[in-house]
Nanobody
Framework: QVQLVESGGGWVQPGGYLMLYCAASGFPCRSSALRWYRQVPGKEERELVATVVTGGASTYADAVEGLFTISRDNEQRMVTLQMNSLKPEDTAVYYC???????WGQGTLVAVSS
């Protein structure tokens, strides 16, 4: 069964940093693009945060470009999201997503506050 498991979320003060992890299993040898989404409190739709393709090229939402970094390790089947200079508006549940199979992880909560 295809499975994505996120970890690394938690509470951090504004200006701090966190790294999120997404472990993938049950996929073929070559996967499609992997993405990080987030869903902020009070909003029903998930926002695309970052995308990384198999070759390693990445793209970012305007709100996080230059602050967040997505990367992947194909051998370890792991995708990470390094989040720097966190702001209260970054508070959300962050989800890992695989494009082709449309698989989602369970989400990990990031809370940014004083």
């Amino acid at each position: 069964q295809v499975q994505l498991v996120e970890s690394g979320g938690g509470w951090v003060q504004p200006g701090g940093y966190l790294m999120l992890y997404c472990a993938a299993s049950g996929f073929p040898c070559r996967s499609s693009a992997l993405r990080w989404y987030r869903q902020v409190p009070g909003k029903e739709e998930r926002e695309l945060v970052a995308t990384v393709v198999t070759g390693g090229a990445s793209t970012y939402a305007d709100a996080v470009e230059g602050l967040f970094t997505i990367s992947r390790d194909n051998e370890q089947r792991m995708v990470t999201l390094q989040m720097n200079s966190l702001k209260p508006e970054d508070t959300a549940v962050y989800y890992c997503h695989e494009l082709l199979i449309n698989a989602w992880g369970q989400g990990t909560l990031v809370a940014v506050s004083s």
